[in-house]
């Protein structure tokens, strides 16, 4: 079995076009992840991005990422 959660980020070139937008947003999504890691049920999760961002701060996208986060069933 998990001993812990596990996390997989998929950004389509699609959806953010530039290289250093899609691996800023992976980036904002494994620091959220890492920093609430502990208090996560044993899953694997996967994030994908579904729309394309815009302008949205990363504070914008790392709050939206840790309400998901916190959704999960424990």
């Given amino acids: 079995g998990l001993g812990s959660a596990r996390l997989g980020v998929v950004v389509a070139k699609k959806l953010a076009a530039r290289a250093v937008d899609r691996n800023q947003l992976k980036g904002?999504?494994?620091?959220?992840f890492r920093m609430m890691r502990v208090t996560l049920p044993a899953y694997d999760l996967v994030v994908r991005l579904s729309s394309?961002?815009?302008?949205l701060?990363?504070?914008?996208?790392?709050?939206?990422?840790?309400?998901?986060?916190r959704r999960l069933p424990q």
């Fill in 28 to 32: 904002v999504t494994r620091e959220a």
């Fill in 52 to 55: 394309s961002l815009g302008a």
């Fill in 57 to 69: 701060e990363k504070s914008a996208v790392r709050a939206e990422i840790e309400g998901l986060l």
